[in-house]
């Protein structure tokens, strides 16, 4: 499809456990945003890319997260050693390019529940 | 003070009302405003951009008001299938997008 795609599209894990979530733009977009969102909760942005370039790392919340983007293309978001309270929606959108009158456009999300 | 406020509501209101959310933000150095819609367990959709004379999208009336730091939303004969989240989203120089947390509607027949 042309939209924004994310796999899995649910993950259940138990705790301590590493997870990897994927996300593949829409073809073209060099933007990509990564947020979560707990049940019931706003969302919460952790990470953006220009390119393959992430300059604000700060809004991820520790250093168990990490994310990378190769190519231009697909990214990653890395969870380590995950806790229960990384349960959420991880979320991936992206735009043609970053700036401030650019839309973005949202993939179905991550539903990831840590046990 | 969170940097997006919205009222999570729920608005109740029956078919063909006319109903207005607010949202207020911190930081007056704000360069863009949206308004995303959000169905339950969804992902997010831009709904409208705001722009600063004021825009309208058919039935949708945004506003911004930069004076006081609060954006609006005006749905007019309001439908079934407005029935959603509708989040509140400012573009800061940090560039990054803050999303208020939300306001439920809830549309009754």
């Known amino acids: 499809g042309a939209g924004v795609s994310q796999s899995p599209s649910n993950k259940v894990t138990e705790k301590g456990k590493d997870v990897e979530l994927r996300c593949d733009p829409i073809?073209?977009?060099?933007?990509l945003y990564w947020y979560r969102q707990s049940l019931g909760q706003g969302l919460e942005f952790l990470i953006y890319?220009?390119?393959?370039?992430?300059?604000?790392k700060s809004g991820l919340p520790s250093d168990r997260f990490s994310a990378e983007r190769t190519g231009g293309s697909v990214s990653t978001l890395t969870i380590q050693r995950t806790q229960q309270e990384d349960s959420a929606v991880y979320l991936c959108?992206?735009?043609?390019?970053?700036?401030?009158?650019?839309?973005?456009?949202f993939g179905d999300g991550t539903r990831l529940s840590i046990l | 003070r969170k940097e997006v406020e919205q009222d999570p509501g729920p608005f109740n209101v029956p078919e063909g009302a006319t109903v207005a959310f607010n949202c207020t933000y911190s930081?007056?150095?704000?360069?863009?405003f949206f308004w995303y819609r959000q169905d339950c367990r969804k992902e997010p959709k831009l709904l409208m951009s705001?722009?600063?004379s004021g825009n309208e999208d058919g039935r949708f009336t945004a506003q911004l008001n930069r004076a006081s730091q609060y954006i609006s939303l005006l749905i007019r004969d309001s439908k079934l299938s407005d029935s959603a989240t509708y989040l509140c989203?400012?573009?800061?120089?940090?560039?990054?997008?803050?999303f208020g947390g939300g306001t439920r509607l809830m549309v009754k027949p």
């Open positions: 890319f220009q390119g393959n370039s992430a300059p604000d």
């Open positions: 073809s073209g977009h060099t933007a």
């Open positions: 959108a992206s735009s043609l390019v970053q700036g401030s009158n650019q839309p973005q456009h």
């Open positions: 989203v400012v573009y800061n120089a940090g560039n990054m997008l803050t």
């Open positions: 705001v722009y600063s």
């Open positions: 930081n007056s150095a704000s360069q863009s």
